[in-house]
């Protein structure tokens, strides 16, 4: 399970005055899209949707492609996939710049949730000999 919690990326507020080239959109592949391409793979639900559960009493996995770049270009890494998770009330997501680390992140996810353990409880997750996330 290592490795898990430290695939989430901050993300930041976008600085006063600058302004971000309109060309933000991409495939799974990480290779540029119009925004016109991007529409249209939108509305295909197996394109967009990478791994989804759901638990008996709420909790959940769904991890997807978004295809617009969430990490204003922080630091040159394409942000494109988030995974969305949840146990008993709390709820968290994680987001991924590759469609390996999204489905890696949500195996992962997953084997914590079914486990009832949150993947973001670093003290719950070293006790089953993963990594924290700091």
Same mark, same amino acid.
């Given at each position: 399970?290592?490795?898990? @919690?430290?695939?989430?990326? %901050?993300?930041?507020?976008?600085?006063?005055? !600058?302004?971000?080239?309109?060309? =933000?959109?991409? &495939?799974?592949? %990480?290779?540029? +899209?119009? +925004?016109? #391409?991007? @529409? =249209?793979? !939108?509305?295909?639900?197996?394109?967009?949707?990478?791994?989804?559960?759901?638990?008996?009493?709420? #909790?959940?996995? !769904? /991890?997807?492609?978004?295809?617009?770049?969430?990490?204003?270009?922080?630091?040159?890494?394409? /942000?494109?996939?988030? @995974? $969305?998770? !949840?146990?008993? /009330?709390? =709820?968290?997501?994680? =987001?991924?710049?590759?469609?390996?680390? &999204?489905?890696?992140? $949500?195996? %992962?996810?997953?084997?914590?949730?079914?486990?009832?353990?949150?993947?973001?409880?670093?003290?719950?997750?070293? &006790?089953?000999?993963? /990594?924290?996330?700091?």
């Amino acid at each position: 399970m290592d490795g898990y @919690a430290k695939c989430a990326l %901050n993300v930041h507020p976008l600085p006063r005055g !600058r302004v971000w080239p309109v060309d =933000r959109f991409y &495939a799974r592949d %990480n290779a540029p +899209i119009t +925004i016109t #391409e991007w @529409a =249209r793979k !939108r509305r295909d639900f197996h394109y967009c949707l990478l791994g989804q559960w759901e638990g008996g009493t709420g #909790e959940y996995v !769904r /991890t997807y492609w978004v295809g617009v770049d969430v990490n204003f270009g922080d630091d040159g890494a394409t /942000t494109i996939f988030e @995974a $969305h998770i !949840r146990v008993e /009330t709390d =709820r968290h997501f994680y =987001r991924y710049c590759t469609e390996v680390e &999204a489905r890696t992140g $949500h195996d %992962n996810a997953l084997w914590y949730v079914k486990r009832g353990i949150k993947p973001w409880d670093d003290t719950a997750v070293h &006790a089953v000999g993963g /990594t924290p996330s700091k």
